[in-house]
């Protein structure tokens, strides 16, 4: 079976307004709090997630452990079909304003593990106009029409 991982930042990145302190995303994630993760590159998750829905594949979350890149993975959660692992997408306005994308995905900021403030900071510079990738941890969706 094939795995596809996904890494959660430990802390906030460089030039973010809470730089350097813990996320908390693991213990979000393990507590349910965490259900999705917001990434760029739609088509590619796109095919990896159907791979997952069809049992052909697992995702691996992971940290880690010290340094990014410069210490060990350690898995946080190994996620199934079963576990309900969907998609959607989000595409970004010009003006990235949290009340407006609230309309269509209520809670989303907090769906993400964050607050609005640390949420929009932190998706200040991705890309606009283009379609996100939501990926789905359990079987909640924004929108209902969407697989499940």
């Not at 350097?20 to 259900?35: C, E, P, Q, S, V």
């Not at 403030?117 to 789905?136: C, G, M, Q, S, T």
Request: proline share 6%.
């Amino acid at each position: 079976m094939k795995t596809y991982v996904i890494m959660l930042s430990k802390v906030f990145p460089k030039g973010h307004s809470y730089e350097g302190a813990n996320t908390n995303f693991a213990d979000l994630l393990k507590r349910g709090k965490k259900i999705h993760t917001i990434r760029c590159n739609y088509p590619l998750w796109q095919k990896r997630i159907a791979e997952v829905q069809m049992g052909e594949a697992c995702l691996s979350i992971r940290q880690w452990e010290d340094k990014p890149y410069r210490s060990k993975q350690v898995e946080i959660a190994r996620l199934t079909k079963d576990d309900g692992v969907g998609l959607e997408y989000i595409i970004l306005p010009p003006v990235l304003r949290l009340e407006n994308i609230l309309n269509s995905y209520p809670k989303l900021d907090h769906h993400d593990g964050l607050t609005h403030a640390a949420w929009l900071d932190w998706f200040e510079n991705y890309p606009r106009n283009v379609k996100l990738p939501i990926i789905h941890f359990t079987k909640f969706r924004y929108n209902e029409n969407w697989p499940r």
